[in-house]
């Protein structure tokens, strides 16, 4: 395998329009935190190193429109020019808006999205689910998704490592925020030849084991939230994950903060 780099971003929360569209949002531009911003400075910084791919798990724009949407495929290849993108969706993103105007889709659709960007020269290959469809806050992967990952993993070439990416992470400590993983789901992963699975949603770094397979759960880049005892701390700290496949196959992540200029903006107890 040849040396593959890669940028993960999660829960940008972007909105281009700066029109917040929740009370969350809301604080989170009183108190300063730029999304929009935060995004620019990590392609800049993503740019400046070189990468051969860029994923994103969920939660890109914040209920945002196809003209949301659209800034967000035009900064990214700004930024980014020729770079392949692969994104899944998170419980804030509006599948419609995305087809139209991130993907070009004119006929755009609702249904969960699910789609595969492969290197098979480099024998690497980036697998989307959409966790977020069917229970939104919580998350589940429906049968249908699993018959078209079956279908997907069946259509491998030999020697190529997959890396699945969905919204909702996989891990019992996280509950109620993290996804229950079904013996369905569980039975096909250890069936493949997963080399990691990349999720985001909480808004922190984590990473579990599932199905014998690394969980690696990226931060946010528009805000943080950062958990003592039942309370939630929601910061304007975030950051991101450049990841690295060396020749040996072996994955190594770093971990980068982008915001590093925590302002508390909002507390929650859960
Ligand atoms: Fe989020």
Redesign the pocket.
């Known amino acids: 395998m040849e040396r593959f780099r890669f940028g993960h971003v999660?829960?940008m929360?972007l909105m281009f329009s700066g029109q917040p569209a929740s009370e969350v949002t809301k604080k989170l531009m009183a108190a300063g935190g730029d999304s929009t911003g935060a995004y620019r400075r990590t392609l800049e910084e993503l740019a400046a190193e070189g990468i051969d791919a860029l994923i994103m798990t969920?939660?890109l724009c914040h209920e945002g429109s196809e003209d949301d949407y659209a800034a967000l495929r035009e900064m990214t290849e700004k930024y980014l020019p020729g770079v392949p993108v692969l994104a899944a969706m998170?419980?804030?993103d509006v599948r419609d808006a995305f087809r139209k105007g991130f993907l070009g889709d004119r006929y755009g659709g609702d249904h969960p999205y699910c789609d595969v960007m492969e290197f098979p020269d480099k024998g690497i290959r980036f697998i989307a689910i959409d966790s977020a469809w069917e229970k939104g806050l919580n998350g589940s992967i429906g049968d249908d998704q699993l018959d078209w990952l079956e279908g997907v993993i069946a259509s491998a070439q030999p020697g190529t490592e997959d890396i699945l990416m969905f919204h909702h992470p996989v891990c019992p400590m996280l509950v109620p925020f993290g996804m229950e993983m079904s013996p369905r789901m569980e039975r096909i992963i250890r069936g493949g030849r997963f080399a990691a699975l990349f999720s985001?949603?909480v808004?922190r770094i984590c990473t579990s084991f599932a199905a014998g397979v690394l969980n690696i759960i990226g931060q946010?880049l528009?805000f943080d939230i950062e958990v003592s005892g039942r309370s939630c701390h929601y910061t304007t700290r975030g950051g991101y994950n450049m990841c690295e496949v060396d020749s040996e196959g072996e994955l190594f992540i770093d971990s980068r903060i982008i915001s590093p200029k925590g302002e508390i903006f909002h507390k929650k107890i859960f």
């Open positions: 999660s829960d929360h969920g939660d998170g419980n804030h985001g949603h808004h946010s528009a």
